[in-house]
């Protein structure tokens, strides 16, 4: 068994920051959906605007997509960085 090694400030620093940068990710997705499903539920009242139809056809899109690729990036950086802090014995 090898001697737990307290991590440096500069190490739970760098976890917190990628903590909240993945916060403020999924507060993004989630302002991304609401708008997903303000613009489906008007589609129910007025579905003539094909526009719109061809939007809600094309959802989620690229743009959550591309932050959900971020997330996922994210939290493998989080999980090894706590790793390397918190090694398993």
Excluded at 1 to 6: A, C, L, Q, V, W
Excluded at 36 to 58: F, H, N, P
Excluded at 67 to 73: H, K, L
Aim: no cysteine; aromatic share 10%.
């Amino acid at each position: 068994m090898s001697e737990f090694t307290h991590p440096s400030d500069e190490q739970f620093a760098l976890v917190d920051r990628l903590f909240e940068e993945l916060m403020v990710k999924h507060f993004e997705m989630a302002q991304l959906v609401e708008q997903y499903r303000e613009l489906v539920e008007s589609l129910q009242t007025s579905s003539w605007d094909i526009e719109r139809r061809k939007l809600a056809g094309a959802l989620p899109g690229a743009r959550y997509h591309v932050a959900m690729t971020f997330a996922r990036e994210q939290g493998l950086k989080i999980e090894a960085e706590l790793k390397k802090m918190f090694p398993r014995e």
